[in-house]
């Protein structure tokens, strides 16, 4: 649209009325744009767990092996004078030779009992290859499984060989004898860890992989040919799962500096504390307090294991410290495997990685297997050296003085080095360093609080955050936490758990085991607790208890079921629908809960949540209710009657507005089917009875065979979009089955072939395009035939019914699935269908042994030719009869049998044969109910058991595991909507602004005043003849319905953008389509004459357009003028002979009118009622009687009054007060229309009037206060279409007789059009809808002949 400039800078507008548009724009409530709209009903995939240790180990003994020789050096190494002595602390030049031994064996034995006090410790001192031996197999045959560790201290002997040995003594210390590794192995076994500490230490590690190596080729040998002379032998075991920390490379000597100990290896693994601090005073010792020596750091105060001495906070920090060094710098398996899986291989790792810093300073590089990635130079070294700096600069004063010690600020400052990297949020960064120390912190009562909270932010970032948290081993800390009764950990711990549940729901069975599931059913039962903990304290207790016998059980003896029933209505939804969720799972499958509840009548209390505001909670009643009757245990007569009961008040959903609920109750209902799975089998089979003989009703075909419109070559054969709702609408019938149809499809009588429509197709290959599930070619019951049941149900009395009473539950629930494999929601009938057909398929194959195939019904499956005229009953109007009032027909409702049809590419569009009978076309006479549909006759034959169980009690809908996800997401972070720099935001903002802009320049234009209306600005083919078009508010894009499709056209660019299959069946048709949420994220509203509602996203862009929902906003529509389609002139003129002749009303299909801001949708048609729902909750909230035996034709309303204006086929006009009672509500009803009124408009403003008009052409004007018109005017007769545009007071007509008169408030006319523009002037075709743009002066006109166009004002005022 190219405005006038002065047009965007009129004065007229004042900015403060753009700013106010604006602002409205953005008060606007979002219809369907919910998570349950948005997103598959599914839980998260669920991710991997490798946290849990999956072989936790210990090391149960340790063989001590030291070849020191006291005063006798070795050949082969030079030592220093003065040089390094100290073995484990003691100087062995200090005592007699065997003192030395003996008390340097007892010392290392203390050492390592630090670290492991209950294993078993043998030493060996100086010992010869035997005693060696004796001692490993003895160790081993005790140790079994478990770990064995070997270590070696080899300072009295020479260094180790490089054939693999290292060295002992003979029995009389005269020589030195070789040890090999190999021979080490066998009698070490695995799994083992070896400390080696002697220089040359790497060759040993160099030797041990070559043995494991040849070892496993040995064991591949013997396995491969049990004949070797290898595989006689004893096996070797396997040297997998060994490990090894030596003290320095394979060509490197020990330090011997004097001021270091001889095992400086040893002293670094056993006696970190002393060692690092011994090192920091050499190494700093000038940058030291003064006062600060080596001998006063003997004497600093404390324990190690008690936190709260500076020696114990001391070691707490190193822990934290190389904890957090592994953390970050190894593999996640490598630091699994060495620093969580064994807690002396953790502590021995650990104090490796101090070995590493302090050897290196000193020449020396430690070796381990598995190899570790360099760590010495880790930032947080420098944490320590701070640490001990700060411990250290107080010891003088406290020695001295006994000065208090203060404590450290390490857990501290980490803590809120956490804290920052929490605060900027960047998503995918690495994760912080500082996480293993947060787990050190939760130790301490003085950070603990901070600690937790500071987790619970982090696990909130999203399931990998809880994923690291467990990783890191957080698990063992925060069950043991639920043991405290602190209460301010109580909203933290449930925070956490409910994080760590949502994530890895696997943890239930720990949590049971160490009773942490009555902390939770206390913080459930504490009512001051806030809602939100108690919704995610309910929450863990559903995990609990999710398929987990013992969790039920312990979680019964809680008294679960009592807490979870007082607070059914608690005002929180969250915390309503998990209760619910949780109580569904304590009973499913567990006699006793379920008798708790019978007797705390659990489902009564349940029932009051049916009819529940948000929809998750009304399905998760559903959910419980269904688990309810889904037991499996045996049943008495009480039994019997309560799931009677629970059934009928399920029952009572089968409208609901969610298809979210909708698909629960199929599920629900289908728990009952298979409890009471032989009385179902008797319906079912008397319904098939039934269904076989009984003709339905049909209108004949009326057209003659003369009057067929030729099939046109049309310029663009439209490529139909195939569509996908969540999954796919309908499996698009494959190019395979396509084939297979078109084979089938015979000639009629006259040799002519039958008409070829996307409806047609799904006759002949009844199964292939029924169902979107992979167990399609495997249904027994077509669509078809579900359907006519239903409308037999409907009809017939059925009081045949073999041995169950015909009102009985049975046969109600019966109909309730046939009622819900006819849903709109392509998943909802699915699951119905698969019910439906399960039992269908165990009634017939117990009813008779074989299926038997007719096979002359085979090939007789095309639609019914329409020559065949006589051969139906004709009735007038069409309409199968209605059924009688005591028909008990659970929803009251004439069923709508759908064709679900589509195809993946669209045929011609062919104008369809003669007027379309319904029901006639769909099942032809001669097609048996059990035969396969032609499509898979030849391939499977007749295998009686070919067919499989459909429902299992695994029939689910993912609902708990979707809703689950809500705790698994991040809860604290603003969503993006309101995140003001988000993409999301600034899209939005991009919207609105374009909206102000709309409103502001056409505003201009209307209020000058618009003269003409009839430049053609646009004019294309549509695909199918156009019914109904709807201009968007905003954009350039103009939604124009055909009778099953929606095309979408941008009409400024002139091209198509879009065309998709709306998924109504056959016999119906687009009758009305609405925007919502035009003014951001628009959908479409699609309504049929068989009262379904549509909701679509994604049309009219490069993505597939999606069903976001769909539900029965009309359940009792009367099919009047039903099945004839607006394909030909012959179907139009029907039309209009309805509208001028007032005894046959009807036919008015749906109309609607939408609210945005109240999210109010008004919907009536061929019914007596206006029905109103709430999009928000997706619920009926209102039916107001119209008071009159005829359609309702049109809708307007106006939220501010709460009026609704309704015209009616009789020609009143009714204008309703929703605020008031059922009775009172009608508050006016004009009369002076003597025929069908096409239009009433109500204007928006506050004093607005009502504008109507009827068929006759007269247009009246009310003020709604009045009784009597204020104003008439007469405009052209037999019109077939009308709009009234909202600003600029035109009004639109259009005429049966080829012309649209374009009239304004004074009833002048405007414009006259009656040919197009170009095409050499063609004649315009019988106008079947026009619709004004809501904004600008364009007027959208839709003819018979397929031709879509739209006029505009002149040119130089746009």
Known sequence: ??????????????????????????????????????????????????????????????ALVLCLNVGVDPPDVVKTSPCARLECWIDPLSMSPQKALETIGANLQKQYENWQPRARYKQSLDPTVDEVKKLCTSLRRNAKEERVLFHYNGHGVPRPTVNGEIWVFNKNYTQYIPLSIYDLQTWMGSPSIFVYDCSNAGIIVKSFKQFALQREQELEVAAINPSHPLAQMPLPPSMKNCIQLAACEASELLPMNPDLPADLFTSCLTTPIKIALRWFCMQKSAKLVPGVTLDLIEKIPGRLNDRRTPLGELNWIFTAITDTIAWNVLPRDLFQKLFRQDLLVASLFRNFLLAERIMRSYNCTPVSSPRLPPTYMHAMWQAWDLAVDICLSQLPTIIEEGTAFRHSPFFAEQLTAFQVWLTMGVENRNPPEQLPIVLQVLLSQVHRLRALDLLGRFLDLGP?????????????????????????????????????????????????KDNGHKYFLSVLADSYMPAEHRTMAVFILAVIVNSYNTGQEACLQGNLIANCLEQLSDPHPLLRQWVAICLGRIWQNFEPARWCGVRDSAHEKLYTLLSDPIPEVRCAAVFALGTFVGNS??????????????????????????????????????????????????????????????????????????????VRDSPAIPRLRSVNSYTNIRAATTARNLNKSLQNLNLNEEGVPAAFSPGNLSTSSSTSS??????????????????????????????????????????QIWRVLLHLAADPFPEVSDLAMKVLNS????????????RILDSGSLTQSAPASPTSKGTHIHQAGGSPPMPSASSSSLTNEVPKPPAREQTATRPPYTPTLGGQAPHSHQFPRTRKMFDKGPEQAGEDGDEPGGHRNYISAALQTGLCDWSAKYFAQPVMKIPEEHDLESQVRMERQWRFLRNT?????????????????????????????????????????????????????????????????????????????????????????TATDDGALRIWKNFADQKNPEMVTAWQGLSDMLPTTRGQPTSSVHSLARRVSIYLDRSKQGGAGMVVDWEQETGLLMTSGDVRVVRIWDTDREMKVQDIPTGADSCVTSLSCDSQRSLIVAGLGDGSVRVFDRRMGPNECRVMTYREHGAWVVKAHLQKETDGHIISVSVNGDVRFFEPRSPDSINVLQTVKGLTALDIHPQANLFACGSMNQFIAVYNANGDVISNIKYYDGFMGQRIGAISCLAFHPHWPHLAVGSNDYYMSIYSAEKRLR
């Not at 900015?15 to 606007?28: C, F, H, R």
């Not at 035939?785 to 015909?806: A, H, P």
């Not at 056409?1002 to 646009?1018: A, C």
Request: with cysteine; proline share 5%; glycine share 4%.
């Open 1 to 62: 649209m190219k405005m006038d400039s002065d047009l965007l800078h009129s004065p007229a507008v004042g900015l403060t009325e753009e700013e106010e548009a604006d602002m409205n724009d953005w008060k606007l409530p979002l219809a369907f744009m919910k998570k349950r709209h948005s997103e598959k009903i599914e839980g998260s995939k669920a991710l991997a767990q490798s946290w849990r240790m999956k072989d936790r180990m210990k090391t149960v003994s340790v």
């Open 464 to 512: 990998w955050a809880v994923s690291l948290a467990l990783s890191v081993g957080i698990f063992p800390y925060v069950l043991k936490l639920l043991q405290s009764s602190a209460r301010e950990l109580r909203p933290l711990l449930v925070f956490i758990w409910a994080k760590i549940l949502a994530v890895d729901s696997s943890c239930q069975a720990d949590l049971v």
């Open 633 to 710: 245990a045996e049943r008495t007569d009480h039994s019997t009657t309560i799931d009677h009961n629970v059934a009928m008040m399920l029952a009572q959903l089968i409208n609901d507005g969610s298809p979210v609920v909708r698909k629960e109750l199929v599920v629900a209902l289908s728990h009952l089917v298979v409890q009471y799975e032989s009385n179902f089998c008797t319906v079912a089979l008397q319904f098939i009875e039934e269904e076989k003989n009984y003709t339905v009703p049909s209108p004949a075909n009326t057209a003659e065979p003369g009057s067929l419109t030729p």
């Open 770 to 811: 029924t169902l979107g599930s992979p167990d399609n070619d495997e249904y027994i019951l077509s669509f078809e035939t579900i359907d006519k049941m239903r409308r037999v149900s409907s009809y017939s009395s059925l009081n045949s019914l073999i041995g169950v009473s015909f009102n009985s539950v049975y046969t």
């Open 839 to 850: 039992i269908a398929y165990k009634a017939t194959m117990n009813a008779r042994p074989q």
């Open 997 to 1085: 802009r709309v409103r502001r320049q056409s505003r201009g234009i209307t209020q000058r005043g618009v003269s003409r209306l009839d430049d053609q600005i646009f004019i294309n083919r549509n695909p199918g003849v156009p019914s109904v078009v709807k201009f968007h508010p905003f954009n350039t894009c103009i939604a124009v319905a055909d009778k099953d499709s929606i095309c979408f056209w941008d009409w400024e660019k002139g091209e198509r953008l879009d065309y998709f299959y709306n998924g109504n069946p056959r016999y119906t048709r687009i009758t009305a389509m609405e925007y919502l949420n035009g003014h951001d994220c628009s959908l479409l509203l």
